[in-house]
Nanobody, 115 residues
């Protein structure tokens, strides 16, 4: 099992920035990739960004240029830097880890963009 704990969400004004964190613990050896998803009210959960074990990254087209995924040196904490926030970025942001084709999820952190 892998446990994921997100943090860093909150209320931010349009144009602002946030840095979300996701700390992984438990059976972290063998994690293939970690990533971020989000779910806005009334919408399906959508992919945002992913970083592989080797450090390769990929992003949803809708967030390229504003969102940056990274990780710490241990590979157990993943970050999502969000810039130029828009009201439509309002959602619960979930951390994801893939281990041997099994997906693990965090509890989510709320990001609200409003003036």
């Amino acid at each position: 099992q892998v446990q994921l704990v997100e943090s860093g969400g909150g209320l931010v004004q349009p144009g602002g920035s946030l840095r979300l964190s996701c700390a992984a613990s438990g059976n972290i050896f063998g994690i293939n990739a970690m990533g971020w998803y989000r779910q806005a009210p009334g919408k399906k959960r959508e992919f945002i960004a992913r970083i592989s074990y080797g450090g390769g990254t990929n992003y949803a087209d809708s967030v390229k240029g504003r969102f940056t995924i990274s990780r710490d040196n241990t590979g157990t904490t993943v970050f999502l830097e969000i810039n130029s926030l828009k009201p439509e970025d309002t959602a619960v942001y979930y951390c994801n880890a893939n281990l041997n084709t099994v997906n693990f999820w965090g509890q989510g952190t709320q990001v609200t963009v409003s003036s």
